[in-house]
Structures are given as C-alpha cells and as structure tokens.
C-alpha cells in the first residue's frame, strides 16, 4: 500500500473504497479506520503506526483515543513518543507529565520525560527532581541516570556528571547510551584512545550499536585526523542499522568535504529517499550546493531548513555563509551570530562571522569574536589569517604578522604554502628574499591572504613606499572593496603624511560611509592635530548612525580619557554603550572592569550581576561577575561563576584558572590544585596552570614535583624562557644558587635573546652574593646585546631601589637612547633628575604624561615635580586628580599632604594626614605620616 493510502486511512476513509493488495495490511487498516468508536483499537492502530516509523497518522489515532478516554495513561504516553519523535519536545512533554498524573509506570514515563526536559534545556530542574530517583527497573534506571549526568554536564559539573554515568552503568553494565556518553567525556578530556576502547564494550546488537560506530567515526575524524578510517567507520554504521540517517548523513558530509560531490550526490540520493524533506537531508542538499559554488539553490535549501527548524544552528551557519557569499553582510552577521549563540563550536560559523564584521567595518566585534585559545590553538590556520587580518586593519601590525606567521606555517597547498616559506624566511630574517617572494605570490595569486601579509610585512618594516605599490596591486584585485583605500590611508599617516591619509580615508568613507575603521583613524589624525571636538563629533555621529557599534563607543572612551575625563564620564560612555548593544556582553564586561580599576568593587559586582543576568549565556560575563564576586570577598559565588562559564566555555582553561584564583584566595589549596590541573587537560601547554601547580607545590615543600612540571615545560617550548625561568626560581627558592645560575645559562644558550633570563641570570648572582659576577654578566649582557632596552631599564630600577640614583639615570638614559618614546623609562628618569637637581626632570616628567596620559603613577611623578618647581597651584590641580583616580592608593594622598605643607596649606594637609592616620596598620608608612603632623 502507498505512503498516500496511509494518509487517506489516517483520515478514517473506509479501506472498502480502496483497493489493497497486503490483505494483512488491510486488515490492520480496517481497525484503524473503521474502528473509531473504539479506544483499544485506536491505540492499537496507533502502535502499529509507530513500529512504522508514521508518528503522525499515530497521533492523529492516539488524539481520537484520548478524545473517548482522556484518563488513559498508556494512550498519553505513546501521545508523548509520537510528539516527540515530529520534533514537538513541549507537547511530548506536556504528554509525559499527564501520562505520570494519571498513574503510568514510572520505569515507563520518567526516563522519557526526563530526556524531553533535557532537550528543553530544564538542566537544574532535572538534576533536583531526579538525582536521588531509583527505578525498579535496570534499563529505565541506567537511562534515567545518563540523562542526569548529562544535566550535570551542561551545567558544568564534569565531577558529578561522571557519578552519574557509573550509577547508570552500576545499573545496566553493557547500557549503551551511557557508554557512549562516557566515550565523548573522555574526547572532551582528550583521551581519545580510552574513548575509542570504551565504545567496544558496545555489544554490536545494541539498538545503539549504530550510533556508537559513527560516534566511533566522528573521533577518528575529528580527534585522529583520519579521514578513510572515519568513513569505513561511517559506512558500517549504516551496515549495522539501514534506517540509520545519522550515519548516512555523515558519509555525505564527509564527502562533500573530500570535494567528491559526485560521490556525495549519490549518497544523497540514497537519503533523501529514506528521509525526504527531513531537517539533515535538507542541510545536506543545501551544503552540497554550497560546495559546487550554487549559492542560489543552497539559498532555496536553507530556507526550507529553517521553516521546519528556526533555531537549528547548522541551517543558520550555512544560511549566513550563504548570504556572505551573496554580499548579503547584515543577514550574514545576524544568522551567523544567532548560530554561535547556539553552538559555540561551529567554526565555521567563527570564520563567517569575522570575515563579515570585518567587511562591515566592525573591528572590534571581529576580534571579540575570535576563539578564546586563538593564541595558543593551532588547529586552523584560516582562523589565524583571520586574526591576522583583523590586527592589522586595526593598526597592530605586530601581532597581526605574528598571526600570519602561524597561519602560513600551518596551511598546506599551492600559494598559501609559498606564503609559508616567504614568512619562515622572514622569521629567519632573511627579509629581502622573503619580501620577494611575497611579490611574487601576491601577483599571481587570486586570493588576497599573501597581499595582506606582505602589506603587513612593509608597514611592519616602516616601508612605506613599498608597501603603497602592493596597496596598489591589491586594489587591482579588489576595485570596488573599501580595504586596500583604507590601508593607503593607515600607510600615509605611517608615512607621517596627514594630509594624504586624511584624503585617502575620506575617500574610503565615500565607497562606505559606515565603515568605522576610517572614522577612528580620521578621528586619530583629528586628535593629533589638537582638534579633539573635532574628534569627538565624529565619533558621536558614528554612534547616532549606529548605536550598537561598541567599536566607536570604546573609541570614545580612550578619547575622552586621553583628554580628561574622570571615571564618572568614563562610566557613562560604558553604560550607553551597554544601552545601545544590549546582547552584546563587551560594554557590560567593560563597564565591570572600569569599575574594579577603580577601585569600586561594590558597583562592579551590581553591574555584574545585571549582566549576567541579561545575557546568562556569555562566557565573558560569568567570567566577570566571579572576578567582580571575587574582589568583594564571596568565594563561593565566585566559583559558581566559574563553573557556569566552564559550561560554556568547554575547551578553554581558563575557567579553571579563575577557580584555581578563588580557591586560593579561600585558602582552599588542594581545590585549587585540582582546578589547575583540569586547566591541563583542557590545554596541556596553558603556562599560567603550570606556573600555579609550582607555586603549591613549592609552598608544600614538593620541590621534585615542581622540577618535574618545569622540566615539562622546557619540553613543550624548548626556545622559549618559561621553562628555564621556572626552575631557576626553583633553584632559588632552595638557594641552590649553582643549579640556578646552570640552569639559566642552558635557557640562555637556547633563547640568546631573552631578556627575561639575562634578568633572572643578574638576581640570582646578586642573591648568591656573587656581586663582581653579576657585574661581569651585566656589562657582557650590555656590549653584546647593545639593542636591548629590557636590560637596562631592570638596572635602572634596581639601581633607584637601592638609592644609586646616578647608576639609576645612567642605565634609564641608556633605555631613552633605545626606545625615545619609553614612558615607564621617562618617568623614572624624571623622577631620578629630580631627586638629584638635575636639569629636565620637569620637561621629562611632562613628555611621559604626553606619551601615556591619565596613568595616576605618571601624573603623581609630575605632580611632586611641579611642587618641587614651586608651581603649587598646577601641582595641586594635578595631584587631586590622581586622588580621584585612584582614592585606595594612600601613597597619592601622602604626597598631595607633601603638595599642601609646601603651599603652605597647613589645615588641607592636616586632615588628609588625619585620614592616613585613620588607617592604621593598613597604612605602612605612619611613621611618616606622624612626623609630618608634627611639622604642622
């Protein structure tokens, strides 16, 4: 009989009106149509319907039952299957808890009503309703339990997710689903191995048994990078279990990614006959046209994905690749950002999203949207080129030749992997060969990945003109984009050629007035030229057209408080800016970190907590309300904090590191060594946990356990200092000051250039009392590395704590012949000049505020300076502002008391020297403090 005559007799049309051949089939019918006065049959008919895969004839069927006999609780329960297996989780669920009402088994109803609140996302609602919940029946039991670990697990809590597997597997040894969620823990642990020998407990007749062999596919893929073994493992899913769609959908996708899109049509075809019309065949169709560049038809595709499924993050994520394709940037950003809300993990997804804030001007959304281990992942080297570009559009040609570095030497074929040679050469500093072979690529080459890093290259280089001719080249390729006018622009004002930026700039705002990227660096030049209203009102306007821009409201903020403003206007920038982009978290997380450099903690964690409130899935918000719970001292919240951005944020470390912080500061040091070492299996290179694991391990006198983790680190990055660095202060710490000194002189031979072990090699001399040594490696340091200003400048400070202020001036001038434009180097110098008489202290003073303005420790140098000159009333205005900057430093209040004695403003000193009184034991320098007071 066909699919239609199923149709027509779920209509309750009489089968004698039809002719059928199947009469057992008929039969069946008959019930089904004829019997509609009777409930038992309805049911009956409606099982039937399901052991054929037809939920909807069946509901139609149980709906009819329930109409007779509402109070049947085996009807509600088949109700709730057949809803759930059409996708309607919220009336299958709706069914469930009347089926439990009305007095079904629980073995029966609770597991299956616990699996629809879990795809509903009710994670808490479970974990308290069913956590302590025994079922007399293994499987229900076992199938219960794994539900419960999996709302655990999406509420962060690996620990007592895992519980919950072993009570579902104490249960049921051999239950499948819990074995297969125990093989994707030990993935997200990264033990691919255990998780491929776990899923061989999996009996091969298992109704799971199909799903544990794509799952099997999926980490040979994805976690060995083995492309054949994955597909025959996908292809014997489908041997195991036939109607299996999961794993013919795999062996299509993975085609398509093979680029064998005659193999993929094929295997499609076989699909879309056993599941037409369905969410994944549609998703597949609209990605193979994708593939072969038919951006129309993947478009019709998509949007019948989205239809059925609105909130599917896969149909979004090629939907708005599909727009990007199409130049469609604002349906692009707002489909792709939909779809990283809902899965954070859609690569994909990132690299569409980046590359379309980018196109739309909007640079800082590009970078916040980058993946939080960009800097330490090498796993896509499209992402890092991206990263690259962002960088450099924003200005930092540094970090952006870094990202392109990493990118090119990861990417494998044809112009990006000779983009990969010139970079190496590069590195190497063979910079002429390089930039020679970057022409070369970027001239023969459509893509614009090696244009882009010899660009960044030349204006790394300050080669200007050169870098302008392949701006010029670039623009060939791309007549009509606004980015090769915009890189003229940043390339003439590195040229220090206003003029010519401004008008290159201008122009790039007639191809797009909204591209912000030029408004910032017009309002840059603006600034520059003493015209700051100008800057400003350019920037607002930006604002009005766009509210939401963050970009221009940050700008804003660096604006006003280059020129002044206090932390109250700085505060209000941020909260318009939270006002005009309330889904976006970075405002929010801005506006909690001002507060926290304020010293403000209070306001900080209300800001905080709003937030988090607001926007509860932003990783970046829960990590700043558990530093804002942190800093007023509620331990607890703060790592509930934590755990919740763990949720979110699986793969990173850094969650746990914020865990490790508030245990620490709990006192809770084997909490926090737990946390650190969880910070390790997520990332086994991330520094920071293994610097914390030697700091508690050193404090408990476990000084082999600390070498051992230092000695992993050398291992892990052979030419870089970390690892050298860390056993010396081993070494140290026991004053094994031999063992230190070798240890730093082996970094030292593999990272010649490291300043921060010639610095350390100089404080474990001294400390060893071996001061004509260290003078001997000091002045070697100096003649043979005459370029580095690290050096120095840590002489210079030692040399100025030890009250050798002509030692101090020598070594900071060296720093300042170096690097003209070191602040930190031109305070402390002005400082020194001042304490000595010498002339210039005040002009230096003043030209360090200039080059870093509104930094309290800069202006309170200028200030004591000013009052030293006599120029009381400037010292006074100056040195109150520091106060409000930062009215926890007490430091700052003692010297604006040191300003007021000078004036002769005896009462204003006194009650600021009452007030550091007031302070007591918080206040270390009371002694000065009262000897002041007696000079009144």
Avoid at 257 to 270: C, I, M, R
Avoid at 636 to 652: D, G, K, Y
Avoid at 888 to 914: F, M, S, V
Wanted: proline share 4%.
């Amino acid at each position: 009989m066909t699919a239609l005559n199923s149709r027509i007799f779920a209509r309750g049309i009489c089968p004698s009106r039809t002719r059928v051949a199947a009469v057992a089939l008929a039969a069946t019918l008959l019930v089904s149509a004829c019997g509609r006065d009777d409930p038992d049959a309805m049911v009956a008919s409606a099982q039937d319907y399901l052991s054929r895969n037809d939920a909807p004839a069946a509901i139609i069927q149980l709906k009819n039952a329930l109409q007779s006999r509402p109070g049947d609780p085996r009807a509600r329960l088949m109700l709730g299957q057949a809803l759930h297996a059409t996708g309607d989780v919220q009336g299958a669920e709706t069914e469930f808890r009347k089926a439990q009402d009305q007095g079904a088994p629980p073995e029966q109803v609770v597991p299956q009503l616990a699996q629809t609140m879990l795809e509903l996302r009710q994670y808490g609602k479970i974990t308290s309703d069913y956590v302590g919940l025994q079922l007399a029946d293994a499987q229900a039991q076992a199938s219960l339990k794994t539900t419960v670990a999996q709302a655990w697990l999406r509420q962060g809590d690996e620990d007592k997710a895992r519980a919950s597997l072993n009570d579902a597997l104490r249960a049921k040894a051999d239950y499948a689903p819990a074995l297969i969620e125990q093989a994707r823990a030990q993935v997200r642990r990264g033990d691919m191995d255990g998780a491929l020998a776990g899923l061989e407990k999996i009996p091969g007749q298992s109704p799971a048994a199909a799903e544990a062999i794509k799952l099997r596919g999926d980490i040979l893929l994805y976690g060995k990078r083995d492309a054949d073994a994955a597909m025959q493992a996908y292809r014997q899913s489908v041997q195991a279990d036939a109607t299996y769609t999961e794993g013919q959908a795999a062996v299509v996708e993975l085609l398509i990614f093979q680029g064998k899109s005659d193999e993929a049509a094929q295997a499609l075809q076989v699909l879309a006959k056993a599941a037409p019309e369905k969410p994944q065949t549609l998703y597949l169709q609209a990605m193979l046209a994708y593939s072969k560049n038919d951006f129309k038809a993947a478009q019709e595709e998509v949007q019948k994905l989205l239809r059925l499924t609105p909130e599917n993050p896969r149909a979004l994520e090629l939907a708005g690749m599909t727009d990007l394709q199409r130049g469609a940037n604002v349906q692009a950003e707002a489909s792709l950002t939909k779809a990283l809300q809902l899965n954070p993990g859609l690569a994909m997804a990132r690299r569409g999203l980046i590359t379309t804030q980018m196109r739309l001007g909007r640079l800082d959304k590009a970078i916040a949207t980058l993946p939080p281990d960009i800097d330490s992942s090498d796993r896509d080297p499209s992402m890092l080129a991206l990263a690259g570009q962002a960088h450099m559009l924003q200005g930092d040609v540094d970090k952006a030749q870094r990202y392109f570095a990493r990118a090119s030497s990861l990417a494998p074929q044809n112009a990006v992997m000779r983009t990969s040679l010139a970079m190496s050469q590069l590195a190497a500093g063979k910079g002429e060969a390089a930039l020679g072979a970057l022409q070369s690529i970027a001239a023969s080459d459509e893509g614009v990945v090696a244009d882009l890093a010899l660009i960044n290259a030349l204006l790394q280089g300050r080669k200007v003109d050169q870098a302008l001719k392949a701006i010029d080249l670039l623009e060939k390729k791309r007549p009509a984009d606004v980015l090769p006018v915009f890189l003229r622009g940043r390339a003439l004002l590195l040229k220090q050629d206003a003029a010519g930026a401004r008008k290159a700039l201008e122009r790039a705002l007639e191809i797009d007035p909204n591209y912000f990227p030029a408004v910032g660096v017009l309002a840059v030049i603006d600034n520059a030229e003493k015209r700051p209203d100008d800057a400003r009102t350019r920037i607002e306007a930006a604002i009005k057209r766009d509210p939401a821009n963050v970009q221009a409201h940050v700008m804003l903020l660096e604006l006003r408080a280059a020129n002044g403003a206090d932390k109250a206007e700085q505060a209000a920038i941020l909260r318009k800016a939270a006002d005009g982009a309330p889904n976006n978290p970075v405002p929010r997380q801005l506006l909690v970190e001002h507060h926290l450099r304020s010293g403000e903690p209070k306001e900080a964690l209300a800001v905080a907590q709003q937030a988090a409130a607001a926007l509860s899935d932003s990783a970046q918000l829960a990590d700043a309300l558990g530093r804002a719970q942190l800093a007023n001292g509620e331990h607890n919240q703060a790592l509930s904090s934590f755990n919740r951005m763990a949720a979110l944020q699986p793969q990173s470390p850094v969650p746990y590191l914020r865990m490790a912080s508030a245990q620490m500061a709990a006192n809770d040091r084997a909490g926090a060594g737990q946390n650190l070492r969880k910070a390790l299996e997520v990332e086994p290179r991330a520094l920071d946990a293994q610097r914390g694991l030697v700091s508690l391990a050193m404090a408990d006198g476990r000084a082999d356990e600390a070498l051992a983790i230092a000695r992993t680190v050398q291992k892990q990055r052979p030419k870089e200092a970390a690892g050298y660095a860390l056993e010396g202060e081993i070494h140290a710490a026991g004053k094994a000051w031999d063992k230190a000194i070798d240890v730093l002189r082996t970094g030292i031979k593999q990272v010649p250039a490291s300043a921060e072990l010639a610095v350390r090699q100089h404080e474990v001399l001294m400390l060893a009392g071996k001061r004509p040594e260290a003078d001997r490696w000091a002045a070697e340091w100096q003649r043979t590395h005459a370029k580095d200003a690290a050096f120095p400048l840590y002489l210079g400070a030692r040399a100025l704590a030890s009250k050798d202020l002509q030692e101090s001036q020598r070594q900071y001038e060296r720093v300042m012949a170096l690097q003209p434009n070191n602040a930190i180097a031109l305070n402390n110098l002005a400082w020194v000049k001042g304490q000595l008489g010498r002339d210039g202290a005040l002009a230096d003073a003043q030209r360090a505020n200039a080059l870093v303005p509104n930094q309290p420790a800069f202006m309170d140098t200028w200030a004591m300076l000013l009052s030293s000159a006599n120029q009381h009333d400037r010292a006074l205005e100056l040195q109150k502002r520091v106060v409000q900057m930062q009215p926890q430093q007490l430091d700052y209040k003692l010297n604006l008391a040191k300003i007021h004695i000078k004036a002769g403003h005896k009462d204003a000193a006194r009650t600021l020297l009452d007030e550091l009184s007031a302070a007591g034991e918080r206040y270390r320098a009371q002694a000065e403090v009262q000897e002041l007071k007696k000079s009144l």
